[in-house]
Structure formats: C-alpha cells, structure tokens
C-alpha cells in the first residue's frame, strides 16, 4: 500500500439542518465549511463537545445525509448521489450502540449475510457460509456462535458483530462513531485491539469518533478537532495532545481526566467559564470567542481561516 | 489524628429478583474520614451503587441490607428508624447522581426544588429560604441566580443541573457527600468544571466525598483514596498512590493494564480476558478466578481473606498471601488456617483452571 495516498478528502462541507423553535424556521449549521483529508489505511479522529457535528460530518461523508455544499471524495472519485449505492461497498458505519444497531431477531449468520446478499458477494451458499465464518474469525468471534441470535451476545460480542458485517463488503473506509463508548472498561481494550489489528491486516482507513480522548489519540494518527459545526484544528495526534494551538483544545487537553494521580497533582488545568452556545445562536466571527481567554476584537469580526502553522498542524484562531 | 465519620463493617446487601437473591455486595468494609475524597471504581455491575446507596438506605423495593454494620460518627444506622434515616439524608449525608435530568423535576422551577430542600433539611423560614437558595447557587459557580432561581430544569445544560443538584446535596452542609458517577453524562470541559467545584467545595466546607466511577482518570484526579471493587467485594484500598503504582490484586493490575494511559500511548493494551460476572451464579472462591491470569487452585476454592499490604494498602488476593507465605511475612492478622497449597514447602506454585 502506497503510504500518504488521501483515500478520503472532504472540502467545505456544509450540513444544514431547518429546525423550528415553535415560532420561526431557523437553520442549524451543524457541520459548517469543514476540511479535511483521511490517508489510506489510516485512522483520523475526530473529537468535541457534545452537539458539535461529529456523527453529522461522518454521515454525511456518506451520503446518509445530503451535504448542504461542498464536495468529498473517494479516491480520487466525487461521491454522488448517483454512485453512491456502488461507494457504499467501500464506506462503512459501525455505530455506538451494540445493542440497538442489531435486530436482536436475526442470528448472527443473518446479520453478517445481509451486505453480502445486498451486493451479490459470493457464488453459492459454500461459499457465502465460508465468507461469514472467515469474518467472525477476523473480529474474535467463535464459529459455533453462528446460529446463535444477537440478544444472546454481550457488549464487547455485539460490537464486533457490527464490525463483522461492516467488514463483509471489504471497505477500505470506515466510519466508527463512539465505537466502544457503551462498553465496560475491561472490554474497550479487546474492541480497541482488534480495531488496531484490522487495520495493519487489512488496511482500512478508519474516522474514529469518541469523546475520550486518550481511546482516541491511543488509535489515532491524526486527531481533528471541532467546536459548533467548524473544524478548528487538525495535525498529527501527539502534537495535538502534547502541543495544543487552539485556546478550545488547549483547555480541552488540560481537562482530560488521566489515570495517573502524580501526573494529575502536577498539571494544571484551565478551566473553561460557560457552556457551549447554541448551534441556532451561533455567535459572530470565531465560535469559541465567548469563552476564550485570548479573544480579541478581531475574533468576533471574521471567522479565522484553518491554516498550516508548520509541520501540517493546522488551527483556526487569530491568536494562537 | 483523621477522624472516622463513617464506618462500614462487613456489609451484605442482596435483592429478591425472579431468578433468585442477587448478592449485589458481599461483605465489604472500609471507612471514611472527614474530609477525605474517597473512589469507589470498578466494573459495571460490581456494586459500586448499590454499596453507596445502603449507606444512605435509598435501595430499589426489593433490596436490602443483610448484614452488617454501617456506623456513622459511631452508631449504627442500619438500626435506625425511617424517620432517622431521612434526617441522616440531607444533615448528614448526601447524594447526586449521574442524570441530574432525572432527579430534578420538570414542572417546578430550579428555585422551587431548592428551596424545598432547604425548607425539608433546615429550620429556616419565608426570606431566609430564598436568600440560601441564592447563596447556594452562586456557591456553587451559577452567575445570576436570581433569574436562574425562576427557570425550569430544561432550560439549564447538563452541566448547569449539576451544578444545581449539587446546591440542593449542599443546603444543609452535609458532613458527607455522595457522587455517583457526576460527570459521566458531560463533556471533557464541563466534566473538569464540577470536579473543581466539587474539590473546591470540599475544602471550603471540609466534608468528605464519595465519589462512585468506572473512570480511572477522574478517580486519579480527585481522590485521597481509593476502593476497587469486583464482583460485589473489595479487591484492594488504599491511597491513590498505593493502588495506581503498587496494585496488589490481578483485577487493578489487569485494568490498569487495559486503558489507554500517557505511558502505554505506543503500546498495545492488554485486555482482561473473559466476560464480566454473573452475579446469579456466584463462584465459590475469588470473584475474579475465572478471568485471572495468575489463577491458582486455592482462588477457585475460597474468597481471599483481606490482608494488610502496608500502612497505607489493604488487598484481598490470594497472590499476595502466597507470597507473603513464601517469604515467610505472613501478618498476624491473617487469622484462617492456611490452605494446603499454600502450606511450605510443598504445594507452591500455580495451580491453574485444570
Ligand atoms: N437530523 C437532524 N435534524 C436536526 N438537527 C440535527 C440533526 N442531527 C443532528 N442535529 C443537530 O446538529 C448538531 C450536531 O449534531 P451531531 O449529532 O453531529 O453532534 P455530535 O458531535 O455527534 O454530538 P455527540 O457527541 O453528542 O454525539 C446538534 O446541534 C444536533 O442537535
Ligand atoms: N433493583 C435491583 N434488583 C436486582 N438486582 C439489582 C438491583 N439493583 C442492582 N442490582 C444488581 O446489583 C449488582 C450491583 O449493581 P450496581 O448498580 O451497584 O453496579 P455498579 O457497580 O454501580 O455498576 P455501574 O457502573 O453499571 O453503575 C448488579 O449485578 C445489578 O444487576
Ligand atoms: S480566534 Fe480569537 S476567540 Fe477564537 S480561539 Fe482564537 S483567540 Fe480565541
Ligand atoms: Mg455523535
Ligand atoms: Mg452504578
């Protein structure tokens, strides 16, 4: 595999939502002129606040949303709505929740059959069988629990059921939105590995989604981070962890809860003042403006532009 | 000299269901001092709830404490009366819990239900009310709070609740506050908020916490302490320092192995093998045994008696008892008659699931 090959590039991607307040029609910008490109076989995650357009970017890249504006590509190819049922062999989604994301009344044979049976992907039934067993041995999975019903799994057991079937269609991308967020501690780790696995295996790109920070930069190469709708920095995943540019991530960084108490004791937090506005409010310029501790006039005239700051670590502030 | 505000003496508490008595907590013990932050972590299902919520008796209907003593500044409170009990809630002892959304009620004002608290908790009256309803407000970080005072609970944020319900736990200076997982629901930046108003809090006011998670970090952030807990028992407890750097029972050791931390960032995580316990079908021995790499014989046979690591450590393994036999430090308190395997010379070793 050719190493730095841009397997995914999105380019001023704009998702508008037309929500109501009970009064007046308003538009929520939840993904607004983002950028960004994710390598051949490698992992992009993408962090944030709650609400602030992570699951929307990632179904939107494929297509479960129509874009608003803006372009992205697969391999070179612009994804439309017309090859979009083609694409989908390519692009994945394996969501947060195991345990609704599986109809509980299909076997574990059933549900990894589907995409297969969707595309045409086999010759007879041998080989279908041959197919299902050779994917749930790729994610951990017993043979023998092939017949069995998904109801009949536990967390860690259904999210690599959902991996499976994400697998069967051999995508060379794959959107994982909180993958392991709903498992018990002890479990992440074996879900966290095989992703890992999977990838040096078989080489899928992943855009891996989750709101603990350390998951992320553990399985990252690069991490990406979003406030309101907008991406405001992006660059290689220890830069970002270790040398934060923009103020959100920088307060966001020193906040993240890590299980070393000498390191604790030690490090300093900045402490942000204030809750996120509201998408449907969002305030003029640079959306982080009203809890930043570096605004200045400037920052609430002009959105800052996502710029090259050296090294390809890229952030959006007017000050930082 | 720390004070002992509360001390929890080998308490069983255990649930009537269709299936038969869940044991949800089996006999643990530990104490807390005042002022001291104090971690209850461990798996899903390990009775991390169900231990803080017997301290407060607030269990679901079929619930109940077996046995056991809790004693606060000395006398047992599981003897006490309903009427007792719901003074102890509120003067004595209080809790938040993870979804501020569902302890708050949606048809009465954020300044209604505080005020209740006060009225319920306190002797105070007409303006006094409203004037600590205030107070505690701006006590607890709410700019404006007169305008707050007026609002209903789905017109604050997630984190904006918690910062009420933590007012409503403070109206009477409780002498211990308890969390279950209060920040759980929140994002990173919010989180780190009620953590350092929590802290903050908690030396202005010197009550202690309890603080109930899964999460190792906010565990290594906030506590004195920590409690480990498997399976409804005690792993191991002691200072924070003792249990991150020196964890002297295979579950800590097993999970600290399997998150991501700042030391492992290039490595693989190690996964603690198996799946979690089923608390119907209790194993005889350690709750551990079946996913314990270290799985000896006598682990499979009987619970590990809680033995005395070092001043600041306590751990229930039966690693721990091995090696101490072998280096023949056996502490005086280990009272049970050795097990066979254990016994030197012969007999040492491992002796496995077979
Ligand atoms: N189908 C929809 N219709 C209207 N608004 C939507 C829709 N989907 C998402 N939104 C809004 O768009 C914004 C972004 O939502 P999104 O789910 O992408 O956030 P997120 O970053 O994934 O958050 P979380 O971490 O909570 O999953 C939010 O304000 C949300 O309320
Ligand atoms: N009302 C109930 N009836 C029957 N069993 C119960 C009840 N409440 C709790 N349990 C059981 O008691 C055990 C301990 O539950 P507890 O809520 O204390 O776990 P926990 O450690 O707080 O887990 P979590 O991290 O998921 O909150 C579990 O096995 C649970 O199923
Ligand atoms: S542009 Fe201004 S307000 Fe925005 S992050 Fe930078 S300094 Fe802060
Ligand atoms: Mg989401
Ligand atoms: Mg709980």
């Known amino acids: ?320 | 000299m720390s004070e002992v505000l509360l001390s929890v003496k080998d308490l069983h508490t255990s649930f009537h269901t269709d299936s038969g008595e869940v044991q949800a907590v089996n006999g643990i013990s530990f104490n807390v001092d005042r002022g001291e932050v104090l971690g209850i972590v461990g798996e899903s299902g390990s009775g991390k709830s169900v231990s803080a919520y017997s301290i407060m008796q607030i269990l679901a209907n079929n619930g109940y404490i077996k046995s056991g003593e809790i004693l606060f500044k000395g006398e047992d409170i599981t003897k006490w009366s309903e009427k007792q009990m719901s003074e102890f809630r509120g003067k004595c002892c209080s809790i938040i819990f993870q979804d501020p959304m569902t302890s708050l009620n949606p048809v009465f004002t954020i300044g209604n239900q505080i005020e209740e608290a006060i009225r319920l908790h306190t002797d105070k009256k007409g303006d006094e009310v409203k004037a600590r309803a205030k107070e505690l407000l701006e006590l607890v970080g709410i700019n404006d709070p007169s305008k707050r005072l007026k609002q209903y609970p789905f017109e604050h944020s997630g984190g904006m609740r918690q910062r009420v319900m933590i007012a409503m736990a403070l109206a009477c200076e409780p002498d211990i506050l308890i969390a279950d997982e209060p920040t759980t629901a929140l994002d990173v930046t919010i989180q780190a908020q009620i953590l350092e108003l929590m802290l903050d809090l908690q030396k202005k006011l010197g009550m202690a916490i309890i603080i109930v998670t899964h999460d190792l970090g906010v565990i290594a952030d906030m506590c004195d302490t920590i409690i480990v807990m498997y399976g409804g028992r005690i792993c191991e407890r002691g200072t924070a320092d003792e249990i991150f750097y020196n964890p002297k029972h295979e579950y800590t050791k097993g999970l600290l192995r399997s998150i991501p931390s700042i030391n492992n960032m290039k490595k693989k995580l190690i996964p603690i093998a198996g799946s979690p316990i089923n608390m119907l079908n209790m194993p005889n021995g350690c709750a551990f045994s079946a996913r314990c790499d270290e799985c000896m014989k006598i682990c499979l046979e009987e619970i590990p008696q809680e033995i005395r690591i070092n001043q600041d450590h306590l751990a229930a393994c039966w690693m721990n008892i091995k090696e101490m036999t072998e280096a023949g430090k056996l502490p005086e308190e280990f009272k049970g008659e050795l097990p066979q395997c254990l016994r030197l010379p012969e007999g040492m070793g491992k002796g496995g699931n077979d």
């Open chain 1, 1 to 320: 595999m050719e190493k730095n090959r841009p397997l995914v590039e999105v380019e001023h991607l704009k998702e508008y939502f037309k929500v109501t307040d009970g009064f007046h029609k308003l538009t929520l910008k939840a993904v607004d002129d983002v950028s960004f490109s994710i390598n051949a076989g490698e992992t992009l995650g993408l962090v944030g606040e709650s609400g602030c357009g992570k699951t929307t970017v990632g179904r939107t890249i494929l297509r479960l949303y129509t874009p608003t504006a803006g372009t992205v590509r697969f391999d070179g190819e612009e994804v439309t709505a017309k090859n979009i049922g083609h694409m989908r062999k390519k692009m994945q989604m394996v969501f947060q929740d195991p345990y609704s994301s599986l109809d509980p009344r299909m076997t574990v044979e059933d549900i990894i059959g589907e995409p297969l049976d969707v595309h045409k992907l086999y010759d007879n039934r041998k080989d279908r069988r041959e197919r299902i067993l050779h994917l749930m041995e790729l994610v951990g999975l017993n043979a023998e629990h092939a017949r069995r019903y998904a109801h009949e799994f536990s967390g860690g057991q259904r999210q690599r059921i959902g991996i499976a079937r994400a697998l069967a269609v051999n995508p060379e991308f794959i959107v994982c939105d909180e993958p392991v967020s709903a498992l018990d501690v002890s479990i992440q780790a074996q879900v966290i590995n095989m992703f890992e696995e999977l990838q040096d295996k078989l080489g899928v790109a992943y855009l891996f989604i989750a709101h603990d920070l350390l998951v992320v930069r553990h399985i990252s190469k690069k991490i990406a981070v979003m406030y309101l709708g907008k991406m405001v920095e992006v660059a290689d995943a220890d830069e970002v962890s270790d040398h934060p540019l923009h103020p959100y991530t920088e307060s966001l960084m020193s906040a993240v809860p890590i299980p070393d108490p000498k390191i604790a004791r030690e490090r300093h937090r900045i402490i942000l003042e204030g809750d996120v506005p509201s998408p449907l409010h969002m305030p003029s310029g640079c959306p982080f403006r009203t809890r930043c501790r570096y605004a200045t006039e400037k920052c609430a005239q002009e959105m800052p532009p996502l710029t090259d700051r050296g090294g390809e670590h890229f952030s959006a502030c007017w000050n930082k």
